[in-house]
């Protein structure tokens, strides 16, 4: 198989996720409400208009259905072996929740746009804010304690290296590091790059979190950000959302074991 095979294969199993093609059409539908915001002409804006409710639509019908599936996410998660703390159980059973009002009011949304139209949009599209932000906002806390974590085991780790006392109040669960020796000089070097590596990933996912806040927020009534701060900031959240798919299922055709990512 040729490159180009492979890149092709892998762009079919990509459309084949419907949270890849949700996060491909949110990066496409951004710049356009960006084109419409700055179009010259009424007939422009009519056409971008159109096009916006277009995209608008088949994120919707790609997002259908989602509640299920989110309770079920979230109750693998929580039930997983995975030992963590309680605050975390706590924050993530919240979002988990929040996640699903929110889909289920994405789907009533849909039906109320072409199916029941005497239903209360406004209402509707208020609730599905409310929660998708709860959601984000709990997501946010998570990563930004995570964030936190990983930077104070860096620290303990660079203190190790260099063998100076710990000047600082140890935590209520300090990591534990072996004695300094050659044969695990190796595996220090190996602990910073992975405490390096998830810091990366933790600041990307926090960075995708507070674009969206700043996008879906506007259920308050006095937060109302720039336009082009807001689409801008949608476009990013949806760029690095298609970035992750695309990482999961070309990660998934190398190694089928290898695990996924969250979007």
């Not at 994405?106 to 932000?133: C, E, M, S």
């Not at 000089?185 to 996912?205: C, I, K, N, P, Y």
Request: a positive charge.
């Amino acid at each position: 198989m040729t490159a180009a095979d492979g890149t092709v294969a892998t762009l079919d199993r990509y459309l084949q996720k419907a949270v890849g093609r949700d996060m491909m059409l949110k990066a496409i539908v951004y710049p356009i409400r960006l084109a419409n915001y700055h179009a010259k002409t009424p007939e422009t804006g009519k056409i971008l208009s159109q096009l916006i409710t277009n995209i608008i639509d088949a994120r919707m019908l790609s997002n259908s259905w989602k509640a299920i599936s989110a309770y079920l996410s979230g109750y693998r998660t929580l039930m997983s072996s995975e030992v963590m703390p309680l605050y975390q159980r706590v924050l993530l059973a919240l979002s988990f929740f929040c996640r699903m009002v929110e889909q289920a009011s994405g789907d009533l949304g849909y039906i109320q746009a072409h199916l029941i139209k005497k239903w209360n949009k406004p209402r509707i599209v208020w609730h599905y804010k409310f929660w998708k932000t709860m959601s984000l906002t709990c997501s946010a806390i998570l990563e930004l304690i995570k964030i936190i974590n990983i930077q104070t085991k860096r620290r303990q780790l660079h203190r190790f290296v260099t063998q100076t006392p710990l000047t600082a109040t140890p935590s209520e669960h300090p990591v534990q590091f072996p004695p300094k020796s050659e044969t695990n000089s190796s595996s220090t070097v190996d602990e910073e790059e992975s405490l390096a590596t998830a810091m990366r990933w933790s600041s990307l996912f926090l960075f995708r979190n507070i674009c969206d806040m700043t996008v879906y927020y506007q259920w308050m009534d006095w937060y109302r950000p720039n336009k082009n701060i807001e689409y801008v900031c949608g476009f990013f959240s949806g760029a690095i959302g298609c970035w992750l798919v695309w990482r999961d299922v070309s990660g998934a055709a190398k190694d089928p074991k290898s695990p996924k990512t969250k979007v």
